[in-house]
């Protein structure tokens, strides 16, 4: 067995080969478990800091690190597009893993999001961790924290003059030209939709050109801004400046976010778990609640380092303790289904057994195909769940054993809802892990 010193000698020269830049680096302990993920600008600089044999752990990161430093035998990394890349896949990843040594973002707090409600006659422009089922267009999520992100939007309304308010305003409404706007209006910060005070189309105009710039690089406002602010220091006009170079942060801190597509949050797109369930009691047909359901995926590039996942949902909300992972074993190339098949079995042997309780619903990502092959394995172990079904990305079909045509239930459904957080949960627990075991693989080459 290798000394203490000779496991922190073999990290250091691992460190030596990571990047210098942004990404997240892996604290394991024995068995490959991982102890503490942690982002950093440049990785090989902020992992070698915790190596460094003048450091004083103690001292600048206090006892829980040091305690952890001490049980660490070997350290991996993965790389970020940017800063605010590692930080949003930070988040995630401390969600999923929940590492025993990371004691912040475990929760299932979201980042906010800016939400304009494009559907409406006169769309509204809102900060939101919540967001509608349909009929807006979001952009984040946001890293810099809500209240950072209500100041921005602040600045926007002064720029853009868009509403704000959650009043439900119709075009049709007679009674608007009656009514009265309230003081934004009169300081020249919103056009009163609500008041009559502005047309359907105008509005649509200014709108239009808030996603606009929310799309684009903002450098041509940012060029206007800085000149300006330069302007009035020359003309000592400092506390002109002050306020110019306060909303020029402000504009940037729109850069501080990530993509829908890349850095899904799907906590935030949750339906009401009691509808939800009750909901897919009835659909399913079901004499007793469903109250426990597990969603499986697989994730595999080129059929190379094929991964499983597994997650479980109790009583509409995610239990990650029960969520597992599952390196391939049996199945060399791609084939999703068989992959499945190993899945099942493997992770329902010992319900079979009876060592563990069945979930109320087994959800697989995929199609017919992906239905078929977890109904195989399970008459193959000569077990059978309380119920199956499968959801498809493409048409969001649900697939149910026994029924000839998928089931397409509508977009505002809680149940649907629900299946697609279980499947989007799945599908991002197999994608993490599978990430993981390619940059081991490439990191031990």
């Known amino acids: 067995m290798s000394s203490r010193s000779e496991i922190i000698n073999v990290i250091r020269e691992k460190i030596k080969g990571f990047p210098a830049s942004p990404g997240l680096y892996f604290m394991k302990g024995p068995g490959d478990v991982v102890l503490y993920i942690g982002k950093a600008k440049s990785l090989r600089s902020r992992a070698a800091s915790y190596f460094q044999p003048s450091a004083d752990l103690m001292e600048t990161r206090g006892p829980k690190i040091v305690e952890m430093i001490n049980k660490v035998e070997t350290i ?38 800016i939400e304009i409600t494009t559907s409406d006659d006169f769309a509204g422009v809102y900060i ?15 890293t810099g ?3 950072e992100l209500q100041g921005t939007l602040v600045l926007l309304q002064k720029i853009f003059k868009f509403r704000t308010c959650s009043l439900e305003i119709n075009e049709d409404d007679p009674k608007r030209r009656f009514f009265r706007p309230c003081i934004l209006y009169s300081i020249n910060q919103c056009v009163a939709p609500c008041g009559a005070k502005v047309e359907k189309g105008e509005y649509r105009k200014i ?24 302007e009035a220091a020359k003309a000592f006009e400092f506390e002109k400046a002050a306020v110019l170079r306060d909303r020029i942060r402000l504009i940037e801190r729109l850069d501080d976010c990530g993509t829908l597509e890349d850095n899904v949050q799907p906590e935030a797109f949750a ?21 426990i359901v597990e969603g499986i995926d697989i994730a595999n590039i080129s059929g190379q380092e094929a991964v499983g996942s597994l997650v479980k949902f109790i009583d509409g909300r995610p239990f990650k303790s029960g969520y597992r992972r599952f390196k391939i074993k049996t199945v060399s190339g791609i084939d999703d289904y068989a992959m499945i098949r190993e899945v099942v079995s493997r992770r329902y042997k010992h319900a079979k057994e009876g060592e563990e309780l069945w979930p109320d619903l087994v959800l697989i990502d995929g199609g017919l195909g992906h239905l078929h092959a977890a109904q195989q394995a399970f008459e193959a172990m000569g077990a059978y769940p309380p119920r199956l079904a499968a959801i498809a990305k493409k048409f969001e079909e649900i697939y149910l054993p026994g029924r000839d045509k998928p089931l397409r239930l509508p977009s505002r459904s809680p149940a649907r ?25 490439l990191l031990d080459q």
């Open 145 to 147: 924290g809500a209240r």
């Open 417 to 441: 809802k629900l299946l697609q957080y279980v499947r989007d949960e799945a599908h991002r627990f197999a994608q993490h892990y599978h990430h993981l075991l390619r940059s081991k693989k």
């Open 271 to 291: 339906a009401d778990p009691t509808e939800a369930l009750a909901e897919l009691k009835h659909i399913l047909h079901a004499d007793n609640p469903v109250r």
């Open 76 to 113: 991996d990394f993965l790389e970020a597009k940017s800063e605010i890349d590692a930080i949003l896949k930070e988040a995630r990843l401390i969600k999923d893993v929940r590492p025993p040594y990371n004691t912040a973002l475990a929760d299932d707090k979201t980042f906010p999001y």
């Open 128 to 142: 939101t961790r919540e967001p509608r089922a349909r009929g807006s267009k979001l952009f984040g999520p946001f």
């Open 207 to 230: 709108v239009a050109d808030l996603i606009k710039f929310l799309n684009s690089k903002r450098s041509v406002i940012l060029r206007q801004l800085k000149f300006e602010m330069d």
